[in-house]
Structures are given as structure tokens and as C-alpha cells.
């Protein structure tokens, strides 16, 4: 609209001052002939409108010739009376004046249609950057930038006047001059393609991966003009890759950590019982070293046949066996098999109106009983453990928030606290909360953690109140665990 009006001004313009023009011709031959008495004086005034014409209109500028040769004749023989030697001459210079309009015309009318050309040219170029999913840049030989697609203009929320005949260095380095090891000044001097992986550091640890390939454009005599550049952004294939080579990690550590939890169990088994034998058989001896010795004992293999068993369940890909189950009476039966230390303060908020949903009850017992024991070790020399259930009917779940007052977990290591294997403590193998977020999304649940270092960490688990069935294969992809097949002898 606004170039429409741009246009139609222009036009107004164009016409006034070619009329204008036309107009002092007029003018001038009337005072020439009336006034002077000569038919040559001022002729090479008609030269202006005619050029304005060319320019403007093109061929069509003959018609104006015509005009002002009609004119010139017209009003010599009238005024100067008529003799033929001077209209020949007029006739002559009127020829004159069209035959200067048509070529002005014509061209410019090829110009006008080679601009138009390269306009069109230039347009679908790019039109055609635009349609590339990559960012593309053009450089000349000093390292400017001449074009840029949309892609780079979206990604950094600038304009194009903004990268447009800016440097490279300056606008990609803050540089003030070439960098010594530019791929560019490269392709200029062999005209050979050159292609190269880069990595970028943003904020904080995030990094961006590109693929940039630099490839010369030559001019007919095979000079390199320019280079375009294609930057494709590898950041999500690299962490795909990632996380195909890690789950293939996980797959054979967990072949591996399956057969020997297997192999532990028996020894293991063996060593409890002896433990039970020797501890009854020594019970009315006054040994106190003996039998803390045997307590010890005892309560070490316990603990590793918790992790045997955390390396079973995690390396088991179970569909869960939904059952009504009250979320309350769960957290209140696992409140009751652990023994919390006194300077701990337990305060639940377990909402009474809290309705039945469907889940595995093996699962979600784990999922809160590994969380109020990561709370609890938090809190090494006490605190407070808060535990918050609530319905949300209009979405169709329930809450459990599990909150503590301990020591809390470092900003960098959030995201990397449901990671199998990724443990801060002393003791454990990391599976306890891996275990977790894998049982919550076997239910098509959620679960959340913020934390602030000196002032605690919250865990916030969101559970469907009808959990969508999720398939054995699916849920060995969305959990991002491994499936491995054993006796449960």
C-alpha cells in the first residue's frame, strides 16, 4: 500500500515537470520566432524534454518529438513566413528531435527491462536463500557481508540492515581485523570448497555445534568473486548422537550389572545367613565388639542388596500393573518403615479429600520412598521434611511434594540429577532418582526438582488420575532405559 502511494507521487511528479518542460519549449520557440525573428535560437532547449521523456517513457518519448517538431515548424513558417530552404531546416532539426527521443526511448527501455531482470534475479535468489533451512552469508573479497537469509535473522532477532555490508570479524568476533586462521582468504586464493565443525560457547555451560562449508562463486573467466557460506546447525543431531552412544552405554553396563546383581545375590544370601547363625549362636556372649561387628556386618549387606536390587529394577523394563491405590495411606506406610533421626521435623499436609487413582503400587511406593530418603540425607545435621498432597480436578491429577531444608543441589547439576548413575554422595550408584522419573513416566506423570543451595530442594510429582497404558517398547524409549531379560530365581 505504502509503495503504491510511493509510486502514484512519483508519477505526479514525472508528469508536472515533463509538462513543465514542454511548456518553457513553447515558450521559447513563440519568443524565438514572435520576438527575435529566428528560427534556430533556443532549438537546443528541446533536447531537455525529450531526454525527460526517454527516460521516463521510453519509446513513447516520439510522440513528444512529434509535438515539438510539429510546433517548431508550425510556428516558423507561420511567423517567419514561409520559405523552403528554412523549412527544410526545420524539418530537418523536427526529424532530429525524433529520431534523439527514440534512441533515448529505446534505450532506456533496455535498461529499464535489464534492471528489471536483475531485480527479478536478485528477488528470487532470495527467495530462494530464504527457503533454505540453513543460514546462508555471501562475502566479498574484503570479508563483507553482501546477503544473508532469513534463518540467521531469525535466530538473532536482528534486521537485515544490521548484517548487511558489515565484516564478518566485526560482526561475528568483535574483531577489528581479519582473523588469522579464516577459511575464507582460503577459498579466495584456491577456489576450492572448504568445509569445517565449529563449536560456540553461549551462556552459561550451553554450547552450539555447526557444520560451515565455504564454496567460491566465480565470474565467467573463473575469477572468484565472492563466497557463500552455509552454516547448518548440528547442536540437536550431536546431542541425538549422544544420547544414542549413552543409551548404548546404559544397554551393556546394564547387561553386565544384571548378570553380576545375579551372581552377588547368592554369595550375598549366604553370608545374611551366616550372619543370622553366627549372631544367634553368640548372643549370651558378653563379646559387645562382637556383636557390633555383626550388626555392622548385617546392615552392609543390606544395603548391598539394596543396590542389587536398584540394578535389577532399573535395568528391568516393567509395564506398570495399575491398581486403585490411596496415595496418602502410601506415604504414610513409608513414614513408618523409616527410622528418621530426632533432629529431622516431619510436617505432612496430605489432603483427605484426596480421590483413588490408578497406578502400580510397587512403583510409586519406590518413587516416594526414594525421595523422603534423599530428603532425609540431605539433612545431616536436621532440618524440616515437609510432604504436601493435593488434587487438581480440573486437570486431572494429583501432587506429591516432597520438600526438605537441607543442603540443596548446585544450579549445574539439576538437569543432571535424574541421570543414571550420577550420584553426589558417598555411597550409592545413582540410580535412586533415574528410578524415579522412570516409574512417573511409565505412569504418564511428571516429576519436577528446584533447589537453592543453603535452603533445601522440592521434588513435585504429578500423577494422572487415569494413566494412559504405556507399551513395553515405548516405555523402554521415553525412560531411557534398557531391557534385559533374567531369572528372578
Not at 534556430?40 to 532547449?45: A, D, K, M, R
Request: net charge negative; hydrophobic share 40%; with cysteine.
Amino acid at each position: 500500500m505504502l509503495a503504491n502511494r510511493r509510486n502514484a507521487k512519483l508519477e505526479k511528479q514525472k508528469i508536472i515537470a515533463l509538462n513543465a518542460a514542454i511548456l518553457a519549449c513553447i515558450l521559447l520557440d513563440g519568443f524565438a520566432t514572435y520576438i527575435v525573428g529566428k528560427e534556430t535560437v533556443y532549438t537546443h532547449f528541446f533536447y531537455i524534454p525529450l531526454i525527460l521523456a526517454g527516460l521516463w517513457y521510453y519509446r513513447k518519448a516520439v510522440y513528444t518529438a512529434i509535438f515539438l517538431g510539429a510546433l517548431h515548424i508550425l510556428s516558423v513558417s507561420f511567423f517567419l513566413g514561409f520559405d523552403a530552404l528554412t523549412f527544410l531546416e526545420c524539418t530537418q532539426r523536427a526529424v532530429m528531435f525524433i529520431v534523439v527521443a527514440y534512441v533515448i526511448g529505446f534505450v532506456s527501455e533496455k535498461r529499464a527491462k535489464a534492471e528489471e531482470e536483475v531485480t527479478t534475479e536478485r528477488d528470487r535468489s532470495q527467495q530462494i536463500l530464504g527457503t533454505i533451512g540453513e543460514t546462508v552469508y555471501i562475502f566479498d573479497r574484503d570479508l563483507t557481508i553482501t546477503e544473508v537469509n532469513r534463518p540467521h535473522l531469525k535466530t538473532f532477532d536482528v534486521d537485515r540492515a544490521e548484517v548487511i555490508d558489515k565484516k564478518c570479524y566485526e560482526l561475528f568476533f568483535g574483531r577489528k581485523e581479519r582473523c588469522r586462521d579464516c577459511l575464507i582468504n582460503d577459498v579466495f586464493k584456491n577456489g576450492v570448497c572448504v568445509r569445517v565443525e565449529r563449536m560456540v560457547p553461549l551462556s552459561g555451560d550451553v554450547k552450539k555445534y555447526f557444520d560451515v562449508m565455504y564454496c567460491p562463486l566465480m565470474d565467467r573467466e573463473g575469477n572468484v568473486t565472492e563466497v557463500i557460506c552455509d552454516v547448518r546447525d548440528l547442536t540437536e543431531r550431536k546431542a541425538m548422537e549422544e544420547k544414542l552412544a549413552r543409551s548404548e552405554r546404559l544397554a551393556t553396563i546394564g547387561q553386565f550389572s544384571a548378570g553380576m546383581a545375579h551372581e552377588l545375590r547368592q554369595p550375598l544370601g549366604v553370608i545374611n545367613n551366616s550372619v543370622y547363625f553366627i549372631a544367634n549362636k553368640l548372643k549370651d556372649i558378653a563379646q559387645e565388639k562382637v556383636r557390633k561387628h555383626l550388626v555392622i556386618l548385617e546392615k552392609e549387606v543390606k544395603h548391598a542388596n539394596s543396590l542389587i536390587l536398584d540394578l535389577l529394577d532399573f535395568a528391568r523394563v516393567d509395564v506398570p500393573d495399575f491398581k486403585e491405590c490411596n496415595v496418602n495411606q502410601m506415604i504414610e506406610e513409608v513414614l513408618y518403615s523409616f527410622n528418621i533421626a530426632p533432629n529431622i521435623s516431619v510436617k505432612t499436609e496430605l489432603e483427605e479429600t484426596l480421590p483413588l487413582i490408578r497406578c502400580d503400587y510397587y512403583q510409586i511406593q519406590r518413587v516416594c520412598s526414594n525421595l523422603i530418603s534423599n530428603a532425609v540425607s540431605a539433612m545431616p545435621k536436621g532440618g524440616s521434611l515437609e510432604i504436601v498432597t493435593e488434587e487438581y480436578k480440573d486437570e486431572g491429577f494429583i501432587e506429591v511434594r516432597i520438600a526438605d531444608t537441607g543442603e540443596g543441589i548446585q544450579k549445574e547439576l539439576i538437569q543432571k540429577a535424574f541421570e543414571p548413575f550420577f550420584t553426589t554422595k558417598a555411597r550409592g550408584i545413582g540410580l535412586g532418582l533415574s528410578l524415579c522419573r522412570k516409574y512417573v513416566k511409565a505412569h504418564s506423570g511428571t516429576i519436577d526438582v528446584e533447589s537453592e543451595i543453603g535452603k533445601g530442594t522440592s521434588f513435585t510429582v504429578k500423577l494422572p488420575l487415569n494413566p494412559v497404558l504405556v507399551k513395553k517398547e515405548a516405555l523402554a524409549e521415553i525412560t531411557g532405559t534398557w531391557n534385559v531379560e533374567f531369572n528372578q530365581d
